[in-house]
């Protein structure tokens, strides 16, 4: 009898010696994890004071005291177990997990600190040395953040050390035990959730920075929607290592984004302006306006002189590619060089992923920003756009105005090109810098117009002198429908002519291009469908000149941006996020772009690399004035084949994840 109650009291005694023992090791690793809410409060409120009240951080230490609770209850059970086998095993094991875990969480709130989002699986990406490197914030670690590692682990080593000497009691032992079971058992009370908060940047400063981690990888799992982390990573080396523009590209966490280096190939070909005065931009673009009725270059008749002779007094371009084959893509990569997403990026569920904008740019510099678009600014989601772009006004309305006749089905897309560029003039203040956007209607299916027989007329005695009767014939049968683009020419001929009598025309750079090709004609090849002209208008330039190179809408807006800054000491940003590079300026054609054009069928499924164009399991090179030959490379077929479908994971992936920038770039700012 005495025995069994000498093992009784030896097991008993053990299993005291063991709840001292975890004691002794979870509480100051408890007070640890919540003090370094501390350190997170510090450094959030050292970006800006806003971010975060002293009313949430108390909220968070008390939820941040539960978790540690929770996770001291988790680790408790195991701890037991352990010690079953060896006392001495379990009390090592868990001075290194709770050294560990103090560990990471300090790295992860370096890193947060550095970048203003918290690190999760994308983690996964990276071998150990990036690893490290992330968890420390992707910079330099400094003298503060080594201390606070240093000074966090040896109070962790220290107070339990001097904790183990200290006789605690028995029932003080056991019921601390009882609690931090009951926290590990409703842990996910204490979790904060991005529905609690106004906004995601909030949502980041209150989520505790270990606990975000733990979560993210835990729900990481594949699926059709979800990408192999590793896959990504490599599709982001690939990228940027085809990528022949020089980019210095910053963090592979944003696979697109990069250091702005300033350069600039437009600046020679403009004159300056007086010290503070800036140049209004003004950007027209015209539906369907293509190769296939425009320009010296056209495979049919140009019915556009007048835009004809602008881009003999301009700088153009012949080779120009849309981005979509339909107007969808046209904003998103004239207005911000934006991946398309799976269908274009105005169809992304709202709000959209965080990105960069000319007309932002030009708001922070001291711009009014305005769109004039005579039909529905919701179609394809366009004024959500455009308002997240940076667009303060667009105006649609013209009440004092007629719309366009009605189709045979009774619709009517809106206003005609007639109404729309007069209808504008009453809204733009001479006084004040601006940024206006045309979208044109008149030259879209099915073509009505409200202009004069005199039009009508002259579009017959320009297709009567085609020389070619086939041509010929084939441009009476789609008279109408051409006279709508004299329609249009007419009308820029009269804003040109109205513009050049108002007092800031001298310092007003024209931007005109088409959104893609029409469905009047087709294009002379399959990649003609995307062939539209870029012209860049502006009496500050001190020459005119033609340019063979082979350029993308994505081009344009870094292209501007570069420019005013350059040139008219705008400010801008120091980081970009583009697909684009800058606008070639060769004379002779050159082909060193890259490119990704959209179908309207939304699919990616062609693919221009420098002078080779692929289309499906079709390969081509590219000639100057979008010719195309048919060549057979398999080896080359197969390579841009691949480098096609990573793209389209990776920049999925990109815009579904939201990492086109970090969102300490956008709110801190760092335009110079």
Same mark, same amino acid.
């Given at each position: 009898?005495?025995?069994?109650?000498?093992f009784?009291?030896?097991?008993?005694?053990?299993?005291?010696?063991?709840?001292?023992?975890?004691?002794?090791l979870?509480?100051?690793?408890?007070?640890?994890?919540?003090?370094?809410?501390?350190? @997170?409060?510090?450094?959030?409120?050292?970006?800006?004071?806003?971010?975060?009240?002293?009313?949430?951080?108390?909220?968070?230490?008390?939820?941040?005291?539960?978790?540690?609770?929770?996770?001291?209850?988790?680790?408790?059970?195991?701890?037991?177990?352990?010690?079953?086998?060896?006392?001495?095993?379990?009390?090592?094991?868990?001075?290194?997990?709770?050294?560990?875990?103090?560990g990471?969480?300090?790295?992860?709130?370096?890193?947060?600190? #550095?970048?203003?989002?918290?690190?999760?699986?994308?983690?996964?990406?990276y071998?150990?040395?990036?690893?490290?490197?992330?968890?420390?914030? $992707?910079?330099?670690?400094?003298?503060?953040?080594?201390?606070?590692?240093?000074?966090?682990?040896?109070?962790?080593?220290?107070?339990?050390?001097?904790l183990? *000497?200290?006789?605690?009691?028995?029932?003080?032992?056991?019921? &601390?035990?009882f609690?931090?079971?009951?926290?590990g058992?409703?842990? #996910?009370?204490?979790?904060?959730?991005?529905?609690?908060?106004?906004?995601?940047?909030?949502y980041?400063? =209150?989520? =505790?920075?270990?606990?975000?981690?733990?979560?993210?990888v835990?729900?990481?799992?594949?699926?059709?929607?979800?990408?192999?982390?590793?896959?990504?990573? *490599?599709?982001?080396?690939?990228?940027?290592?085809? @990528?022949?523009?020089?980019?210095?590209?910053?963090?592979?966490?944003?696979?697109?984004?990069?250091?702005?280096?300033?350069?600039?190939?437009?600046?020679?070909?403009?004159?300056?302006?007086?010290?503070?005065?800036?140049?209004?931009?003004?950007?027209?673009?015209?539906?369907?306006?293509s190769?296939?009725?425009?320009?010296?270059?056209?495979? =049919?008749?140009?019915?556009?002189?007048?835009?004809?002779?602008?881009?003999?007094?301009?700088?153009?371009?012949?080779?120009?590619?849309?981005?979509?084959?339909?107007?969808?893509?046209?904003?998103?990569?004239?207005?911000?060089?934006?991946?398309?997403?799976?269908?274009?990026?105005?169809?992304?569920?709202?709000? &959209?992923?965080?990105? *960069?904008?000319?007309?932002?740019m030009?708001?922070? #510099?001291?711009?009014?920003?305005?769109?004039?678009?005579?039909?529905?600014?919701?179609?394809?989601?366009?004024?959500?756009?455009?308002?997240?772009?940076?667009?303060?006004s667009?105006?649609?309305?013209f009440p004092?105005?007629?719309?366009?006749?009605? $189709?045979?089905s009774?619709?009517?897309?809106?206003?005609?090109?007639?109404v729309?560029?007069k209808?504008a003039?009453?809204?733009?203040?001479?006084?004040?810098?601006?940024?206006?956007?045309?979208?044109?209607?008149?030259?879209?299916?099915?073509?009505?117009?409200?202009?004069?027989?005199?039009?009508k007329?002259?579009?017959?005695?320009?297709i009567?002198?085609?020389?070619?009767?086939?041509?010929?014939?084939?441009?009476?049968k789609? $008279?109408?429908?051409?006279k709508?683009?004299?329609?249009?020419?007419?009308?820029?001929?009269?804003?040109?002519?109205?513009?050049?009598?108002?007092?800031?025309? #001298?310092?007003?750079?024209?931007?005109?291009?088409?959104?893609?090709?029409?469905?009047?004609?087709?294009?002379?090849?399959?990649?003609?469908?995307?062939?539209?002209?870029?012209?860049?208008?502006?009496?500050?330039?001190?020459?005119?000149?033609?340019?063979?190179?082979?350029?993308?809408?994505?081009d344009?807006?870094?292209s501007?941006?570069?420019?005013?800054?350059?040139?008219? =000491?705008?400010?801008s940003?120091?980081?970009?996020?583009?697909?684009?590079?800058?606008?070639?300026?060769s004379?002779?054609?050159?082909?060193?772009?890259?490119?990704?054009?959209?179908?309207?069928?939304?699919?990616?499924?062609?693919?221009?690399?420098?002078k080779?164009?692929?289309?499906?399991?079709?390969?081509?090179?590219l000639? @100057?004035?979008?010719?195309?030959?048919?060549?057979?490379?398999?080896?080359?077929?197969?390579?841009?084949?691949?480098?096609?479908e990573?793209?389209?994971k990776?920049?999925n992936?990109?815009?579904?994840?939201n990492?086109?920038? $970090?969102?300490?770039?956008?709110?801190?700012?760092?335009?110079?």
């Amino acid at each position: 009898m005495n025995d069994i109650m000498s093992f009784i009291n030896s097991r008993f005694s053990n299993k005291m010696r063991n709840l001292k023992a975890y004691t002794a090791l979870s509480i100051p690793f408890i007070l640890v994890f919540v003090l370094l809410r501390l350190y @997170d409060f510090i450094n959030v409120y050292s970006h800006s004071e806003s971010l975060m009240s002293f009313g949430e951080l108390i909220k968070s230490l008390g939820m941040d005291f539960m978790l540690a609770m929770g996770f001291s209850g988790l680790g408790f059970i195991v701890f037991m177990l352990l010690s079953v086998f060896s006392f001495r095993l379990s009390k090592v094991v868990f001075y290194i997990v709770f050294s560990l875990i103090i560990g990471l969480y300090i790295g992860f709130l370096q890193y947060f600190n #550095n970048v203003l989002v918290p690190l999760d699986q994308v983690v996964f990406i990276y071998d150990y040395n990036d690893i490290v490197n992330i968890a420390m914030g $992707s910079g330099t670690v400094g003298i503060m953040e080594i201390l606070v590692f240093v000074i966090s682990l040896l109070s962790y080593f220290l107070a339990s050390y001097y904790l183990s *000497k200290i006789s605690i009691s028995s029932y003080l032992s056991a019921f &601390y035990a009882f609690l931090i079971i009951g926290a590990g058992a409703s842990t #996910n009370v204490y979790i904060v959730s991005q529905v609690q908060f106004p906004d995601e940047l909030s949502y980041y400063c =209150n989520a =505790n920075k270990f606990v975000y981690f733990v979560k993210a990888v835990a729900d990481y799992s594949k699926s059709e929607k979800d990408i192999d982390v590793l896959e990504i990573s *490599k599709y982001t080396i690939q990228y940027r290592k085809l @990528d022949r523009s020089a980019k210095k590209y910053g963090s592979a966490l944003y696979p697109f984004y990069y250091n702005n280096d300033f350069e600039s190939t437009l600046s020679k070909y403009f004159n300056p302006l007086p010290e503070g005065e800036k140049p209004n931009i003004v950007m027209i673009i015209v539906e369907s306006l293509s190769t296939t009725v425009s320009g010296k270059y056209t495979i =049919n008749y140009s019915f556009t002189p007048f835009i004809d002779s602008l881009a003999e007094h301009s700088l153009y371009w012949r080779n120009c590619f849309s981005t979509a084959e339909r107007t969808f893509g046209v904003l998103p990569a004239l207005l911000a060089s934006l991946p398309p997403g799976k269908e274009g990026f105005t169809e992304l569920e709202q709000p &959209y992923p965080t990105f *960069k904008s000319f007309p932002n740019m030009l708001k922070n #510099n001291g711009y009014a920003t305005h769109q004039f678009y005579g039909g529905w600014p919701g179609f394809t989601h366009m004024d959500d756009f455009v308002n997240a772009a940076g667009i303060d006004s667009i105006y649609y309305d013209f009440p004092d105005y007629e719309k366009m006749p009605r $189709s045979a089905s009774g619709h009517t897309w809106g206003y005609g090109d007639n109404v729309l560029f007069k209808a504008a003039e009453p809204f733009i203040n001479s006084d004040t810098a601006y940024f206006d956007l045309y979208l044109t209607l008149s030259t879209h299916s099915p073509f009505a117009t409200t202009e004069p027989e005199l039009l009508k007329s002259y579009t017959d005695s320009m297709i009567q002198s085609v020389e070619n009767d086939e041509l010929r014939l084939a441009l009476l049968k789609r $008279s109408e429908k051409l006279k709508s683009f004299v329609v249009l020419d007419n009308e820029l001929r009269l804003f040109f002519k109205r513009y050049k009598k108002r007092p800031e025309y #001298n310092k007003t750079i024209f931007i005109i291009t088409g959104d893609h090709n029409g469905v009047i004609f087709k294009g002379k090849n399959s990649i003609g469908k995307y062939s539209v002209p870029l012209i860049i208008y502006s009496p500050l330039l001190n020459t005119h000149q033609e340019f063979g190179g082979v350029v993308t809408h994505n081009d344009v807006s870094p292209s501007l941006q570069n420019l005013l800054y350059n040139k008219y =000491n705008l400010k801008s940003s120091a980081t970009a996020h583009s697909i684009g590079v800058q606008l070639d300026t060769s004379v002779a054609f050159h082909a060193n772009n890259r490119y990704f054009p959209m179908r309207n069928s939304r699919e990616l499924n062609e693919y221009i690399y420098g002078k080779y164009y692929l289309n499906e399991d079709l390969l081509y090179e590219l000639h @100057d004035t979008m010719e195309i030959e048919l060549i057979d490379d398999e080896p080359l077929k197969r390579k841009m084949q691949k480098e096609l479908e990573e793209y389209r994971k990776l920049q999925n992936h990109v815009v579904n994840s939201n990492i086109l920038i $970090s969102p300490m770039d956008l709110y801190l700012g760092e335009d110079k």
